[in-house]
């Protein structure tokens, strides 16, 4: 059975091993003890910390295999982005160039370089094993954190963001990089990603170009990347979307993956998930049961997994009840698969 709870010292060898499973893909997930200590650290000490408004906390979950205690998963909610350091996007609109003498009017695309998501609380970290990558362990792994959400709303922003890894080639190559990025930095993909998963930002403020970067310059190849996610990130893109997240022209600065953006309040799982309470039993009822989301427990006795329930009834088994921590008569909150 996995269950998802926060993370904790214990689980640093786990993180280690998906951080180099996860081969560099993530900024957030980089194959760096030190930092991934202080990851820890950060959720230790946020879900400590009394908190009336989102500031610079962070949360990350695993995902526990409760038999062999292997970690399975992880993902992670940042309360507001860039509060401790700058936060870049590249917001594509148009520049109007015109000449009346000339009787000329251009509508030009280009990418600003901007802060717009200030404030806004992330999902992001988001990588299951591969002996796990089942759409069910994927729903827990992903929706769990918006039952967190749910549960202590006061710490997460109106706005609610993710980013979705960008198109890379067979090579490892982002091609939006090497037509933009690698003029100004003079490093490879890999490297100036790691830079920024360890939190080494400030070289970005300092050397990516201020003004407008005009689309017609850049590479054929780097402009049909633009907003596109990487092929393997289709099924998250996918169940963001059914959450209500929406692509409104924002990209990484790094690969130009979409930045995809919704209204907190308004996701499906927040607005569907209900408060019910459980039974315990070891007898398999009969009745009209849904695959559902079923989580219990505040900050750092946070718990949530996957059961088979009648939803205006729900039973759990004496081992999903001890995974919970939950007695006969416990509220719970529930949200179907």
Partial sequence: MLVLRPVDFRDLQGLERLAVASGGSLTTLPANRDHLGELIDATVQSLRKPVSQPEQESYHFVLEDSHSGEIAGVSGIEAA??????????????????????QIHNRIPALHLCQDFTGASRLYTLFLDKAHRQRSNLHLLSRARLLFIAAHRERFDRRMIAELQ??????????????????????????????TGIDSKGF??????????YLP??????????GQPRSDAARV????????????GYVDIFDAGP???????RLR???????????????????????????????QDFRCLLAE???????LTPAQAAALNVSSGDSVQLARL
């Avoid at 329930?309 to 039973?315: I, K």
């Fill in 81 to 102: 982005v860039g509060i401790a350091s700058p936060f870049y996007s590249y917001r594509i609109s148009e520049v109007i160039h015109a000449s009346s003498e000339l």
């Fill in 166 to 195: 960008g198109v890379m080639d067979t090579a490892g190559h982002s091609p939006f990089w090497e037509s933009l990025g690698r003029h100004f930095f003079n490093m490879d993909f890999a490297k100036a990603n790691y830079l």
């Fill in 204 to 213: 970005i403020a300092e050397l990516l170009p201020q003004h407008p970067v």
């Fill in 217 to 226: 310059l850049l590479s054929e190849a780097a402009r049909a990347a633009l």
């Fill in 237 to 248: 893109k996918s169940l963001l979307e059914d959450e209500g997240f929406a692509y409104r």
């Fill in 259 to 265: 930045t995809l953006e919704a209204q907190t309040d």
């Fill in 269 to 299: 799982t927040l607005v569907e998930c209900k408060s019910v309470r459980v039974t315990v039993s070891s007898r398999d009822e009969d009745g009209d049961k849904v695959l559902a989301l079923v989580a219990c427990g505040q900050l």
């Fill in 309 to 315: 329930v009648d939803p205006v009834d729900p039973e």
